[in-house]
């Protein structure tokens, strides 16, 4: 069984295009049978997608921080409750144990998220790519500025090195069944 982490939102007032995009993804994720490695938050897309997932056959992975049980936002779909004491913590193991990295739209703890995972691989920490769901454009401006990085040698590689983008459901099922 594949399992993929997904960084992404827990807002619940982002566009419903967003929430839409979550849901048919969990959905083909589920009925691949596929393991979601997230957040465990039972809030935003993080439990849109979770939600979707379990319904259709997948499992779930929650990577739950001391803060987010004390706030009381853990899901309780989780067939795997992982407790981490931070955010690091919960990244580490986000990373080590999945095949492929997903960014799905999200904020700046999405945004910490996409560059621990960069820059570990980076240095050689691992080689995995991130990969961004790049819904109706979301993540135009930061792809265009991470391009720049290499062509003014701030990055020892190009970013095709470092990460992907699937700008649509099909791209992104063709990224993580490769």
Known sequence: MKKIAVFCSASETIDKTYFDHATALGIWMGKQQMTLIYGGSDQ?????????????????????????????????????????TNLSERKDFMVAEADK?????????????????????????????????????YYNALLNILEGLAPQHFSRHPMDYYLQVANNLEELKELLTK
Do not use: Q, W
């Open 101 to 137: 990295i997903v960014a799905l739209p999200g904020g700046v703890g999405t945004f910490d998220e996409i560059f621990h995972v960069i820059a570990a691989c980076s240095i050689g920490y691992h080689h995995k790519k991130v990969i961004f769901y790049n819904i109706n454009g």
């Open 44 to 84: 935003g897309l993080m439990e849109c997608l979770a939600t979707a997932v379990k319904d259709h056959g997948g499992k779930l992975i929650g990577v739950v921080p001391d803060k987010l049980e004390e706030n009381g936002h853990r899901s309780n779909k989780l067939d795997v409750c992982h407790h981490v």
